[in-house]
């Protein structure tokens, strides 16, 4: 007997019951996207959403509807940070007490937010599935009423108010993309998309490290991956529930990864050219539209799902992504060992416009020549075309140059 769905009446519902709790987030046009597909391409940004994510519309949704006694037990949830804010929000705004669980790798940001709504919170363990299995024993322990991330019609239809809003706000919308982990947010708007338009096509992206859809989808049942390996720790989740996986199976088009350098320029892109913060998981949808333009019907909808990044990590991924972009270019240069050696190569650098960012001089290797030395450089450029110019600027004049 096949599992029965949440359909778009449920979502509706739902967005009644959200009305004045969460955002209605604004849908900003992405030029630099729109160049790339040959059409419009819009950003559904959940990232400034309550919370930085668009987590609190499930979690309150099935908080709501708790009964007073359920709600005198408090809740308990388990997330390595979204969830665990929305869930934490939730709570506060209903009055009741909340309990979270979130792995000793949670980023310290979302733990202090967390925190700073009023949730109790419990660190342990690597991963969200360890954090999942203590949540568990603590509600059976307990009798506190968990609020599963995704496996649960109440969450769907909560997370499904998104794809409501873009379709009122895109009407004619040719494809919706959605980052997806266990795929709670992927089920709720393709719920409403497919029974409200069924010619719009829904795709699904997961982080090649944590993709657990495709092999689940495959198989017929949810599989677990042994392991996950993302900086995008909002998507990093090891399986699909039963209930998402048959959402995914009977209204979802396409499943497509990104690496992390496809997320590392993704986010480097939102920032320079759509002006958000996003955070890794949250950037997936345009990472994919990125990485593969013509895969996508025109016009687009990307959904930005958070935006609550460590400003460290976010250090980290942007130098990654300007890497990725071509925008930083490690050089070696073989130069005599002689005053005004290192002066020289800095004056032709000055003179194409590369911007030096570290130096630092090697003796020592063997394969250099008695009187030479050998000159590590980074460099900030344009770009691939100007790093080209770079290399032939150097090389034209008289010195040996190797990738660092």
């Known amino acids: 007997m096949a599992m029965p769905l949440v359909r778009a009446a449920d979502v509706e519902a739902a967005a009644a019951l959200l ?32 919370a930085g994510s668009f987590k609190i519309r499930g979690a309150y949704t099935r908080m709501a509807r708790l009964t007073v006694s359920e709600r005198a037990q408090g809740v308990v949830a388990a997330s390595a940070g979204n969830h665990a804010q929305g869930v934490a929000l939730a709570a506060r705004l209903l009055g009741c007490a909340a309990t979270v669980f979130m792995p000793e790798t ?10 700073a709504y ?8 690597q991963t969200l599935g360890e954090a999942l299995l203590a949540a568990a024993d603590h509600a059976e322990r307990t009798s506190a009423v968990f609020i599963h991330p995704f496996d649960h019609p ?18 004619d919308v040719g494809s919706v993309v959605v980052a997806t982990g266990g795929g709670g947010l992927l089920s709720g708007v393709a719920t409403v998309v497919k029974e409200r338009r069924p010619d719009v096509r829904v795709v699904a992206v997961q982080a090649e490290g944590a993709a657990a859809f495709p092999g689940s ?54 920032l320079e050219r759509a002006k958000l913060v996003v955070e890794p998981a949250g950037v997936a949808a345009v990472a994919a539209v990125l990485a593969d333009p013509a895969a996508f019907r025109p016009p ?22 300007m890497a990725a972009a071509g925008r930083y270019l490690s050089l070696k240069v073989r130069v005599p060992d002689r ?9 032709e650098l000055a003179a194409i416009g ?8 090697q003796r020592t290797e063997t394969r250099l020549h008695l009187g030479e030395v050998e000159i590590f450089v980074v460099l900030e450029t344009r770009g691939p075309a100007h790093a080209d110019d770079v290399l032939a600027a150097l090389s034209s004049a008289g010195y040996a140059v190797s990738a660092g």
């Open 217 to 270: 989808l495959a198989a017929g049942r949810p599989v677990a991956l042994t392991q996950t390996a993302t900086m995008a720790d909002g998507i990093a989740v090891a399986a699909p529930s039963e209930l998402t996986l048959a959402h995914a199976q009977r209204l979802v088009d396409d499943v497509r990864t990104v690496g992390e350098e496809d997320l590392s320029r993704a986010l480097l892109f939102c």
């Open 154 to 171: 109440d969450v769907i239809a909560g997370q499904g108010t998104v794809g409501l809003e873009l379709l009122d706000q895109c009407p």
């Open 118 to 125: 009023g949730a109790d919170i419990r660190l342990g363990g």
């Open 19 to 50: 009305e004045g709790v969460v955002r209605r987030t604004p849908l900003e046009h992405s030029r630099g996207l729109a160049d790339r597909v040959g059409g419009p391409v819009w950003l559904k940004c959940e990232n400034l959403q309550r």
């Open 300 to 321: 687009v909808v990307a959904v930005l799902s958070g935006g609550n990044i460590d400003p460290l990590l976010l250090l980290k991924v942007v130098q990654h992504g």
């Open 354 to 361: 590369a911007n030096v960012l570290e130096v630092e001089h």
């Open 106 to 115: 949670a980023p310290l940001p979302k733990i202090a937010a967390t925190r």
């Open 339 to 347: 005053p005004g050696s290192l002066a020289g190569v800095l004056a």
